[in-house]
């Protein structure tokens, strides 16, 4: 499941009801006189609403007979001979095989290698350096499986918790922390002051904290 994060400030509490009735009811009711620390105290009860985000999904394809090659030593060589010797140099490599086209750009040092057989770039994803031999030096190439990367079902969305409400205007007092929140939830556990039974509630007197929910 997703996790969607949600910043509950100073002063706030979230109350989670096993039943959406009960926090639509108190929402109707919109404020509530509780009694803190002796003090009664005016909340505000807003709608729980998530911020707004995005949803997609993310397909990655790995080619399996093109490799894209970067790090190719910059030599002072007709680009047709480095393709040459590109074509050469991945044919007789043991993770390669015939090799279908070369694409080579001197510019930016990069080259891309078709081959003719499907599976030709299996064994460049565990090995992504490759020996290149060129006018009796050694170099090292740097190897990778071409990639098409695409989304879809791109979509907004804003999630709304209709069995959640948010408390707002709690006033600081003495008590500590669980202290406020023992008292909170008593009072909207009773079906005297339209409450029910809650599933989970969180109260923040100092600070902020981050609540996450499952989507």
Excluded at 161 to 167: D, E, F, M, V
Aim: net charge negative; charged share 30%; proline share 4%.
């Amino acid at each position: 499941a997703t996790q969607i994060p949600f910043r509950l400030n100073q002063t706030q509490a979230l109350l989670t009801f096993e039943d959406e009735e009960v926090a639509q009811r108190l929402l109707q009711m919109g404020k509530h006189t509780v009694n803190l620390d002796e003090k009664r105290a005016e909340l505000r009860v807003k709608p729980f609403a998530l911020e707004m985000g995005i949803k997609f999904e993310l397909h990655v394809t790995v080619s399996g007979k093109k490799i894209n090659v970067s790090e190719v030593p910059d030599l002072p060589i007709p680009e047709e001979w480095m393709r040459d010797k590109l074509e050469l140099n991945f044919y007789k490599s043991e993770q390669g095989g015939v090799v279908e086209k070369v694409s080579y750009d001197k510019q930016s040092r990069t080259a891309a290698i078709t081959f003719r057989t499907p599976g030709a770039t299996n064994g460049f994803v565990r090995c992504t350096k490759q020996p290149f031999l060129v006018n009796g030096r050694f170099y090292r190439l740097s190897v990778s499986p071409d990639t098409n990367i695409h989304v879809e079902k791109f979509q907004l969305c804003r999630g709304i918790a209709k069995k959640t409400i948010l408390l707002e205007g709690i006033e600081e007092t003495e008590d500590d922390e669980e202290s406020v929140q023992d008292m909170i939830e008593i009072h909207f556990q009773k079906p005297s002051n339209g409450g029910g039974e809650i599933e989970t509630i969180k109260y923040v007197s100092e600070g902020v904290t981050w609540v996450c929910f499952e989507e």
